[in-house]
């Protein structure tokens, strides 16, 4: 019995300190891959710098879906620097910037009235930490055109507590456009850190300012006729 | 020394204990019965509102004089009429029937009109009126709007004065004054949703976003063949502005098609928007926008199929203009499916004129006469729909056989024939799947359950009795029926939609409580105590109400396709039953553990009334003793849960291991710890549990009684509780709201188990005095006689 | 000897079989609950496949309290030894037992499969475009270095491989030296993060990164995101000669480097040493299939006037050697391809809303499981001794109830 009892604590001890021993001299690896030149997807290139390897470079444009013929598009003048991400159901148009993609500037539109000017430059508002403003003081907020109408400029500082929970970001700025109609509402919003928008106030304006509607190919003409081919296919039959 | 003197001194201290013992646990005893009734209250009020929901409105009247109902005739057709919808073809009365759900939160519309009649109208009684009488729908009080609140925000009069959380049902006319202010507030919630997809709406968004959702959709339908009314019964002047109403009175928009150029619709919206000068233009500018408009209002109510066989997508009427002022060469084909439309529009419409125009004292074969030929119109449109069907079956058929013949490989060949295999005549169960609606299986049911336990109460009043008897084999007789009725419901429901009977949340409350009321039948044909009886007819209340209550909640139709996932029928039938024939077992188990305790529990409260009055005579006997038939009884429930228990056992594992081996056949994993997966695993682990502590001797009647109960907690948590977890490929039934009442239940199920504990104590001081008593007897055959019983002897 | 056979009587009990299952039981109802904030892998984890003790926390449910539990697998060890003693060893060998014995059997062979799978399979994904192919799965989760010689043209022709188990260990402040016989040189990985993003130094927040600036960019930390597939692992790798000397080299290795989609090509770092060109990325554990698939056709249907996906599949081509023809099989959702022991599953496609005209990529899920059919094979056994042991029972019991009726 005593046997069996020292017997079992040295044996117990024993694993525990192999398992505790950390491995801290050069391990030999051995195993190896080898490369099949045929499956041109299982051949790695050699990076031509570090921006490429990290995927970093201006990336080919997102496959944006090909739009339908003739339908109506949105088009803008990308400003230097600025990255496309991928529109979303609700974002017409999705741009980052800054090295971290911090700053994000978004176009979104409803139908509909969208609640109006003032219930949603308040809602903007308290996004940024402010309180709401009245009515006048909105309606008395400078405009600046957005496809071809005047729109409200919004220019707010505060800590950016987002749509969501999570902790507010200090220090943060929010400039936008509000443009109400009678059918619906267009919102053009850019978010980031202070001094980053700041660096990006003129690009924003740029790209509002570029901000257009391309309403795709003309109505086709009529069939036309068939005169002018009938030469050329009497030409072929004749040969 | 055991002298006689010391033995009536242990004696008299062992009867002093017991009294005090005694009088705290009859008042302990008191509170908990006072606890349980107070729950029964409260899940009977609780169902009392959830039932009398409907009826519930508070001012359900119109400003109309008087309805007319629509003739039988008519409503038989319309609800024959074949629309694409969710996926498949269904019928008009399917569709009606979740619109009106959706919208009324209830499958029947009321109103009482000026006259003083109270009217219940069916969903496609309702939705007849919404397509063909649409200033009378807009009458109608069936917006159910579940807080005053939501009312009161967009400015229109409430119905509950200013109570919060009341829920009243108000009508269009009502609420389209304020109809901008309501698009107003949904734009805000919509736009906050967009901008954060992990948004939460309050429950006073999601109401005010779902009247706003339902307000359009009832713009849509009621505007749906406006573009055949020639102007009138159109929506309120915020969906059109004035001047464009006045320009649509008289105005034909069919006819507009002969002369339209051809264009895109991106096309003609541009020429909505241009600038124009002169008058003609004006006037050419407003048929333009009205014909986009009623093009855009007729999308919803898809019911006519393409002409082109290989095309799926059916059309509405609107997208039939949209088609024709594409395509010049498609406008013959769209003038003539509208005709059919415009046909039934103009028809119906003299024919209110005409009956509105009938004398009072006028025959009935005067208003057949009057009604028979428009009824001969819906009919010969759901004719026109099945010819078309055919035909459409007959074309796709033919194409397959020419790519079947051009096929160069046969893998390509055999997917073909597959294909060609499962081709269907499109809409070929309609008229089934109305007679489901119609024949009300599921309400049936509920109601032959209910009488069956009434007639079984009424059985109770003269108990042991020949009256007894026969009103018990009539009540077993009208729970078989309803029974019958539950089956087959399940049975065409199967057939009609070509699936074995479970596929979503809905197939499984109504499969499990067949399950349950059979299983129940079963025992009480081994046992034939009774038993048997009231759990089934009990839980067959309780299954039927939950299976009605969750369709009117969840308001969408419970028989739309399957994601791609789910699409195999031979695991569907095979573990997805089993499975659920399980929790249907491990549900029994529990009430039968249930009706245990609250038997053994609430038997002795008439005796421990009368002892708070006074009749000294029970003061001292213990109130958990029992006779030796109560204890046969309750022995024999206890034998019943046990076995159960044991078919809640095969099933599980056979269910759990079935599921394990469907993933693995078919997507790679047995097991992948999903919480679906996990609450089948807990149910076979503590069937295990309950299986091996009762070999072992660890738990007798009254733990299994308990332990049976957690089973019922558990197969409850894993049949709706995992839903909510949002967690992993089970989530797909969605049940919020449903977290609460489990948590009711849950709760209530722990009281019960409560109860189990005084039966424990005693059925324990019972043997603490069985051992004493045999002590006695052995020293009384030492000393000799003459010692006083001790309390509980006899 | 008393004591062993204390313990025998203990471990082969009905009352230590209850236990094991009622803490089954409650692991199971936790680790369920747990997986709502943890998602279903770090539940998995941290519950079920743990060894000594987890904790749960209480805290989002809104009772902040934390308790341990038991360890999943240490749990189904005792399982099994409770199964085999109790329900195997311990019973009287008597007929009236045989359906009993099957079933503890048949269980024991499910547990048995369930930790061979647990620990031998290997569970891959390959996405393709039509008309590519390859030969090769990776991992959802697991990274290695490779070491590439490369050649005259820079191309890579066979590399050492670093594998998952040596890097895993290294952790946030770690580091290991590796050696092999085809390397010149020794690798020293250190600081290896779960999950990390390389960051160039004009960025304010590269300031954030610990960590050496190489070429530009710094190396940041980020928080193990729950989701598996978002989570990039970064490293530092040195290179240093034989004789101990300085590094020849130092680089910054990510997993973002790897392949993103299906035609991307994975991207080397590339250095020298004494004369020689050499690459080395950090990419997705990857290992080669029985054969080569290629991608033939992929077929993607929705339900008519809904975004639900109706049905999709894919034709591909197998070869065991590229030269070979091949052969056609089609592959579907709950209609997967078994061939040389692999299992080749429909799983996905991407991308995830494609418009009209789109060209898509199929992506099958791919795993190698010797034991693969072995729960099947228990299910059989296990049904067939539940089915007789009950039956049995529920005989005896009725021809007794009704003996007794008959008596009465």
């Known amino acids: 019995m005593k046997n069996f009892l020292k017997t079992s604590i040295l044996a117990t001890a024993s694993v525990l300190v192999l398992c505790n021993c950390q491995e801290s001299g050069p391990i030999e690896v051995t195993e190896v891959r080898e490369i099949n030149p045929a499956v041109k997807l299982e051949i790695p290139v050699l990076a031509k710098s570090d921006t490429e390897r990290f995927r970093m470079s201006e990336k080919k444009p997102q496959a944006q879906r090909p739009a339908t013929p003739g339908a109506p598009r949105l088009i803008w003048d990308l400003p230097e620097g600025w990255k496309e991400v991928e529109t979303t159901q609700m974002r017409d148009a999705n741009l980052r910037f800054g090295e971290n993609d911090e700053g994000e500037c978004y176009l979104t539109k409803l139908s509909g009235g969208g609640g109006g000017l003032v219930a949603n430059v308040n809602r903007w508002r308290g996004q940024m930490g402010l309180p709401d403003a009245k009515p006048e003081e909105i309606n008395a907020l400078p405009k600046k055109p957005l496809f071809g109408t005047d729109a409200t400029y919004i220019d707010l500082e505060g800590d950016f507590g987002g749509m969501g929970g999570g902790e507010a970001k200090k220090d943060y700025k929010m400039l936008g456009l509000v443009l109400t109609a009678q059918g619906g509402a267009v919102f053009v919003k850019m978010t980031g850190p202070k001094t980053l928008v700041d660096a990006n106030t003129a690009k924003f304006d740029a790209f509002c300012q570029s901000l257009n509607v391309d309403f795709g190919a003309a109505p086709e003409a009529p069939a036309a006729p068939a005169a002018p081919s009938a030469p050329e296919s009497k030409a072929n039959k004749s040969e | 020394m055991s002298t006689k003197k010391q033995i009536r001194e242990e004696a008299s201290q062992i009867e002093a204990e017991e009294a005090k013992g005694e009088q705290g646990v009859r008042i302990f005893y008191l509170l908990v019965c006072l606890l349980l009734f107070a729950c029964l209250i409260i899940a009977s009020r609780s169902a009392w509102f959830l039932a009398t929901h409907a009826s519930n409105a508070k001012d359900i009247s119109t400003p109309l004089e008087s309805y007319e109902p629509w003739p039988e005739s008519i409503v038989e057709n319309f609800s024959n009429i074949r629309v694409q919808n969710g996926g498949r073809i269904k019928p008009a009365h399917t569709f009606a029937r979740f619109a009106l759900i959706q919208v009324n939160n209830s499958s029947k519309a009321r109103f009482e009109t000026q006259d003083g009649e109270k009217h219940k109208i069916s969903a496609e009684e309702w939705m007849l009126d919404v397509l063909f009488r649409p200033d009378l729908a807009k009458d109608l009080p069936f917006f159910n709007v579940d807080d005053t609140e939501a009312i009161v925000a967009i400015g229109v009069p409430p119905k509950y004065g200013d109570s919060h959380r009341k829920r009243d049902r108000y009508s269009y006319n009502q609420i389209a004054a304020k109809r901008a202010e309501l698009a107003g507030e949904s734009g805000r919630i919509t736009q906050k949703r967009r901008e954060d997809p992990d948004y939460q709406m309050s429950r006073l968004e999601g109401i005010t976003d779902r009247l706003a959702t339902n307000v359009s959709f009832f713009e849509y339908m009621n505007g749906q063949f406006g573009f055949a009314r020639k102007g009138e019964g159109l929506a309120s002047d915020q969906v059109l502005p004035q001047d464009l109403k006045l320009a649509a009175q008289g105005m034909d928009i069919v006819g507009l098609l002969d002369v339209m150029p051809e264009m895109t619709v991106q096309q003609l919206m541009q020429e909505m928007g241009r600038e124009a000068a002169t008058e003609n233009e004006k006037a050419i500018q407003k048929a333009f926008q009205l014909f986009f408009f009623f093009a855009r209002s007729g999308q919803n109510l898809t019911l006519i199929p393409p002409p082109d066989a290989a095309e799926d997508q059916w059309y509405g009427v609107g997208d039939l203009l949209m088609e024709g002022l594409e395509d010049k060469s498609k406008r013959a084909w769209v003038k003539e499916e509208l005709k059919v439309v415009t046909d039934i529009v103009d028809s119906q419409k003299a024919m209110w004129t005409a009956l509105a125009e009938l004398p009072e004292d006028a025959s009935n074969d005067d208003r057949e006469a009057i009604v028979k030929p428009v009824a001969a119109k819906f009919e010969t449109l759901v004719d026109t729909q099945k010819k078309e069907a055919e035909e459409r079956l007959l074309a796709k058929r033919d194409a397959i056989d020419v790519e079947i013949a051009a096929a160069d490989d046969s893998l390509e060949k055999q997917r073909l024939q597959e294909s060609r295999a499962e081709l269907k005549m499109e809409g070929a169960k309609v008229e089934q799947e109305v007679g489901l609606y119609t024949s009300s299986y599921f309400m049936n049911s509920l109601s032959y359950f209910i009488l069956g336990f009434i007639l079984l109460a009424v059985s109770w009043l003269v108990p042991g009795s020949k009256f007894a008897k026969i009103f018990g084999w009539l009540a077993i007789g009208v729970i078989v029926l309803a029974l019958g009725y539950n089956l087959l419901g399940i049975t065409m429901r199967s057939i009609i939609r070509s699936r074995p009977p479970i596929t979503n949340l809905y197939d499984t409350i109504i499969f499990i409580t067949g399950v349950v009321v059979l299983l129940a039948l079963m025992l009480e044909y081994f046992t034939r105590r009774g038993i048997g009886t009231i759990i089934a007819s009990l839980s067959g209340v309780l299954g039927m109400f939950l299976s009605l209550r969750y369709e009117v909640k969840e308001a969408v139709d419970t028989m739309d396709p399957l994601q791609a996932v789910l699409d195999t029928n031979l695991w569907l039938a095979t573990h997805v039953t089993t499975i659920n024939i399980g929790y249907a077992a491990g549900m029994l188990a529990s009430f039968l553990g249930i009706a245990y305790l609250l038997y053994r529990f609430l038997r002795p409260l008439p005796v421990v009334l009368k002892g708070l009055t006074g009749n000294g005579a029970s003061a001292n006997t213990r109130i958990f003793d029992e006779p030796k038939n109560v204890r046969d009884n309750h022995k024999l429930i206890g034998k019943m849960t046990y076995g159960i228990v044991c078919f809640c056992l095969i099933f599980s594992i056979i269910g759990t291991v079935l599921g394990g081996i469907w993933a693995n056949y078919s997507w790679g994993r047995f097991w992948g710890w999903d919480p679906k997966e996990n609450g089948a695993l807990m149910i076979c682990l503590w069937t295990l549990v309950i299986l091996h502590m009762r070999m072992g001797g660890y738990i007798k009647d009254i733990g299994m009684a308990v332990f049976s109960i957690i089973l019922g907690m558990i197969v409850t948590f894993s049949w709706w509780g995992v839903n909510n977890l949002g967690v992993g490929l089970h989530s797909y039934g969605f049940t919020d709201g449903v977290m609460k009442a489990l948590f009711i239940t849950w709760a209530e199920s722990i009281l019960i188990m409560a109860c189990g504990f005084p039966l424990w104590l005693h059925g324990r001081s019972k043997d603490k005095l069985k051992k004493e008593k045999r002590e006695r007897k052995r020293r009384d055959n030492e000393v000799g006689g003459d010692i006083p019983p001790l309390p509980g002897e006899v | ?408």
């Not at chain 3, 000397?245 to 790897?258: F, K, M, R």
């Open chain 3, 1 to 408: 000897m008393a004591i062993l056979k204390g313990i025998y009587k203990f471990f082969s009990s009905f009352l230590f079989a209850a236990i094991i299952l009622i803490l089954l039981t409650i692991v199971t109802l936790f680790g369920t609950l747990a997986q709502k904030e943890m998602g279903l892998h770090g539940g998995v984890k941290e519950f079920f496949h743990s060894y000594g003790y987890s904790v749960f926390d209480a805290s989002p449910f809104g009772i902040p309290i934390k308790f341990p539990l038991p360890g999943g697998m240490t749990l189904m060890f005792l399982l099994f030894i409770s199964m085999t003693l109790g329900g195997v060893v311990h019973v009287k060998k008597r007929v009236r037992g045989i359906p009993n014995l099957i079933i503890h059997c048949g269980m024991l062979f499910l547990l048995v499969s369930g930790y061979i799978t647990h620990n031998m399979k290997r569970d891959g994904y390959v996405a393709l475009y039509p008309g590519t192919s390859t030969n090769r799965a990776q991992s959802y989760k697991d990274w290695q270095i490779e070491v590439f010689e490369l050649g005259e043209n820079d191309e890579a022709k066979q590399a050492t491989v670093i594998p998952w188990e040596n890097l895993r260990p290294i952790g946030d402040e770690g580091s290991q030296v590796f050696t092999s016989k085809a390397w010149p040189f020794s690798v020293q990985v250190e600081n290896f993060y779960r999950n990390a993003r390389p960051i160039p130094t004009s960025a304010p927040i590269s300031a954030e990164a610990t960590g050496p600036e190489i070429n530009g960019f710094k190396l940041l930390r980020r928080e193990t995101d729950k989701e598996v597939a978002a989570n990039f692992p970064g490293c530092f790798a040195k290179i240093i000669p034989a004789d101990g000397s300085d590094a020849a080299a130092e680089l910054i290795l990510s997993g973002t480097s790897d392949r993103i989609s299906p035609d991307d090509a994975a991207m080397l770092a590339g250095f020298e040493f004494e004369g020689k060109k050499w690459g080395i990325q950090l990419v997705k554990r990857s290992w080669e299939i029985a054969f080569n698939i290629e991608l033939e056709k992929f077929i993607f249907e929705k339900h008519p006037g809904t975004t639900k996906a109706k049905n999709f599949e894919s034709r591909i081509i197998w070869r065991e050697d590229l030269e070979d023809e091949g052969k056609k099989v089609a592959v579907r959702m709950n209609d997967p391809m078994r061939q040389s022991g692999f299992v080749v599953f429909q799983e996905s496609y991407g991308p995830p809303n494609p418009g009209p005209g789109e060209q898509m990529y199929s992506q099958f899920a791919v795993s190698d499981d010797p034991a693969d059919y072995f729960p099947l094979i228990a299910l059989i056994i296990i049904t067939i001794g539940l089915v007789a042991h009950f039956v049995w029972r529920l005989a005896e019991y009725i021809s007794k109830s009704s003996a007794k009726r008959r008596a009465a």
